[in-house]
């Protein structure tokens, strides 16, 4: 099985991640140096590679924003709960990142908190296989690539989740502007599941209720939320940057 991946960033790391397991590449005649070092990274990992006109691109992504670069990418892992590490590999007490989405149907969303959980470091994303935006080429590129990178979780239900992680020792904190305590005043050095809702509807009472904390993030100008995308990178920034304190 394959799937469809498109943009320059997607189709370089669907190369990294992946090798000669990327069945084939095809990427725009003349499309510039850009696209040449892409081609060239392609056919160094063996990977069939063809240049083709902007047309032909433009017919196999459906239309899609292909910036040139189109390729076949094996089929993305997803892994079950019980396969979400709690511990860092190596690092004996150093407790893991989850990052929890619920609800989050916006494809643009769900690939911009992808990007965000892999540039800071967390080790799954988790969501429920119901009211989610779906895996989508949109979704890959609008991750820039992150999710090739990423260990995806869906699962039937995320409130059994959160309490199969909680059993293991992880800490689930739900974002919500309402939320009674700051997030920075949450200890964050542990195991933790940062779960962000849909913007119109924030975490579901379901999900909010097996949460260990239910947090806010400081906001002091006149608008009282956040992008789902945005709040979800503060917040693992939060996370990162607790972690590097307690290290000093």
Known sequence: MSRLVYGLQPVRE??????????????QRDG??????????????GIPTERAPRNELDRRSAGGRHQGAVASAPELQIVGVDEIPVVE???????TITVALDGVMDPQNFGAVIRSAVALGARAILWPEHSSA???????????????????CRVPSLPDALEAL?????????????????????PLTGP???????????????VRRVCQ?????????????????VAGAIALYEVVRQRRASRA
């Open 89 to 95: 590999e190596g690092q004996p007490g150093a407790g």
């Open 32 to 45: 510039g140096p850009k696209l040449d070092a892409l081609a060239r990274l392609a056919e160094g990992q």
């Open 192 to 206: 933790v599941a940062i779960v962000i809702g849909a913007e119109d509807k924030g975490t579901r009472r379901s």
């Open 134 to 152: 779906p895996l989508t080429p949109a979704t890959f590129r609008a991750s820039a690539g992150a999710i090739e990178h990423a260990r995806l």
């Open 14 to 27: 669907a190369i990294r991640a992946h090798g000669a397991r990327v069945g084939w590449v095809l990427v």
């Open 213 to 229: 904390h239910v947090a806010r993030l400081p906001m002091t100008g006149p608008i009282s939320s956040l992008n789902a995308s």
């Open 166 to 186: 909680a059993a293991r020792g992880v800490a689930a904190i739900a974002l919500d502007a309402q939320g009674p305590v700051e997030l920075g005043e949450l």
